[in-house]
């Protein structure tokens, strides 16, 4: 059989840990068989992010700037620990915060279904995913302890002119926060929200809390009407979805009762407590996408979860071990999926179809992970456990 070709590359970032392993594996037993694979290699891998002084996370994404699709395998975030355990020069930055800041994006995740695992919302038939704008609020936010005395907000303008707004008298001890947005970053969000539920074809709920925060929740909620309307609302109608501006707590009521299928936008706060209620209620980490898009349409694809670190000590030790790779499967085939729509290769697009129905029906008919089985339930299907090499062999007969 002939391998299929590709045109332009797909910038590969190489991580740390089990994913490290299993990125090797999955390449090798999935990937390259039967695509003849153009990447430009960036390791960001711990030991090379030291060597490089974490430039090569900047060359990486300076390159997905430049090609527009990239795949990330999961890396390692230096705490004081890994300093020590690495020997590292600096305690780095996170490369998923450089990259995003970077390419200015917004992260969607989406979490992958399989029949036979029922996520604790029965009702929940399609996936709900979550866009979480990634820059400041309460992330950017200077607080302090107030005691007895008076907290003000004080905004001083480029000629020096005073604006003062009153928080608090204080009467007795308390506490106090100022935060920030710039309109900017919520246009990017906004415009990554609209480009991203027409390209899945899901409609777009926004929420926020504009009822309370009328200037500072109110600014997000216009600047989405203003680009809706403006740049969008015809594009929606043509695609047959809708964009839906509502209070948080309503989207709260509606996400439980619907069946899922849609795109829920979250200022930053609330992904960050969203995403992790709605990955748990489908299941599992090890079963959750993320897709970093930036409002010029580039494309980063990853795993939610991290490197797996107790695997790999596992792993390090000449143990066999059972880990998930599926969520980095769905990264490799996003990643070729987008790479084939953008250079017009149908075969390209039809193969990252085929490797994802590989990988689900692998699953639905009985073959998976150690962290699987127990969520499994299928009447006529017993569940058996595979170490990982072993069920990316699987995927590969069904191929
Ligand atoms: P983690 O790697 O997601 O793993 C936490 C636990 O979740 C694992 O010990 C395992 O549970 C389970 N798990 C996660 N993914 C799995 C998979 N694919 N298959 C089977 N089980 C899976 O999180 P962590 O241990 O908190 O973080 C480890 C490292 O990852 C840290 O250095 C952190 O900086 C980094 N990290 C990177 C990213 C990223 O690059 N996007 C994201 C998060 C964390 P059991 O041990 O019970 O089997
Ligand atoms: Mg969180």
Not at 18 to 33: E, H, N, S, V
Not at 207 to 232: A, V
Not at 358 to 384: C, H, N, R, W, Y
């Amino acid at each position: 059989m002939a391998k299929i070709q590709m045109r332009t590359p797909i910038v590969e970032m190489d991580g740390d840990e089990m994913t490290r392993i299993l990125w090797g594996w999955i390449k090798d037993i999935l990937i390259l068989p039967y695509v003849d694979l153009k990447t430009e290699y960036y390791d960001l891998g711990l030991k090379y992010r030291d060597e490089t002084d974490d430039n090569v996370t900047v060359l990486s994404a300076n390159a997905t700037k430049k090609y527009g699709v990239a795949v990330k395998c999961a890396t390692i975030t230096p705490n004081a620990q890994r300093v020590e355990e690495y020997n590292l020069k600096k305690m780095w930055k996170s490369p998923n915060g450089t990259i995003r800041a970077m390419l200015d994006g917004t992260v969607f995740r989406a979490p992958i279904l399989v029949d036979g695992v029922t996520p604790y919302i029965p009702r929940w038939k399609k996936p709900i995913v979550i866009a979480r704008h990634a820059y400041g609020d309460v992330y950017k936010a200077t607080d302090g302890k107030a005691g007895k005395g008076k907290a003000e907000l004080v905004f001083t303008d480029e000629n020096g002119n005073e604006q003062r707004k009153l928080v608090h008298d204080f009467g007795d001890n308390g506490v106090v926060m100022a935060m920030h947005n710039t309109d900017k970053s919520i246009q990017s969000f906004a415009r990554s929200c609209f480009n991203y539920a027409l390209d899945v074809k899901l409609p777009l709920w926004f929420s926020t809390k504009d009822t309370i925060s009328k200037i500072y929740d109110g600014n997000f909620k216009d600047i989405f009407e203003k680009i809706y309307q403006e740049e969008y609302k015809d594009k929606f109608e043509k695609a047959g979805i809708e964009y839906m501006y509502t209070l948080i707590d309503d989207v709260v009521a509606r996400i439980v009762r619907s069946e899922g299928g849609i795109l829920w936008a979250c200022k930053n706060y609330d992904g960050d407590v969203m995403s992790d209620m709605v990955a748990t209620a489908y299941g599992s980490l090890a079963m959750m996408t993320s897709v970093l898009v930036s409002p010029d349409g580039i494309y980063e694809y990853e795993a939610a979860h991290g490197t797996v670190t107790r695997h790999y000590y596992k792993y390090v030790k000449g143990e066999e071990t059972s880990t998930n790779p599926v969520a980095t499967i769905f990264a490799w085939s996003g990643a070729l999926r987008k790479r084939g729509e953008l250079d017009e290769l149908p075969e390209l697009v039809d193969f990252a179809n085929r490797l994802e129905k590989a990988t689900i029906s692998t699953i639905e008919q009985g073959q998976m992970t150690g962290d699987m089985v127990g969520l499994f339930k299928k009447e006529g299907v017993t569940p058996q456990k595979l170490n990982s090499k072993e069920f990316l062999q699987a995927i590969a007969t069904r191929i």
